[in-house]
């Protein structure tokens, strides 16, 4: 069974930072878009950012452009989601996924999945 494994979470402060970290097996990452979801308590699964297998293209949902970046090293078979400027409502479990058509952006044809991570950002 394929595992993404997710790091890097914890909690702080609005206006702070963390880095989150996705592995995957390396048959799987070199041949995969890579994404980023957050699902809040009591709210659906969300996409957050995604990135082609060869980097070429990169994707944000508005609410976190230009405070998140997403990268992948192909050496390292991981994924990469840097967030700068966290603000409370960034406060979710953060999973990443692979899409082997992607970036696609909808939970539901993702290939493969991590067991998430959790933010918290505080006021």
């Known amino acids: 069974q394929v595992q993404l494994v997710e790091s890097g979470g914890g909690l702080v402060q609005a206006g702070g930072s963390l880095s989150l970290s996705c592995a995957a097996p390396?048959?799987?990452?070199?041949?995969?878009?890579m994404e980023w979801f957050r699902q809040a308590p009591g709210k659906e699964r969300e996409f957050v950012a995604g990135i082609s297998w060869n980097s070429q293209n990169t994707y944000y949902h508005d609410s976190v452009k230009g405070r998140f970046t997403i990268s992948r090293d192909n050496a390292k078979n991981t994924v990469y989601l840097q967030m700068n400027n966290l603000k409370p409502e960034d406060t979710a479990v953060y999973y990443c996924?692979?899409?082997?058509?992607?970036?696609?952006?909808?939970?539901?044809?993702?290939?493969?999945w991590g067991k998430g991570t959790l933010v918290t950002v505080s006021s």
């Open positions: 996924a692979a899409d082997l058509l992607g970036p696609r952006w909808v939970p539901n044809v993702m290939a493969y």
């Open positions: 390396g048959r799987i990452f070199s041949s995969h878009a």
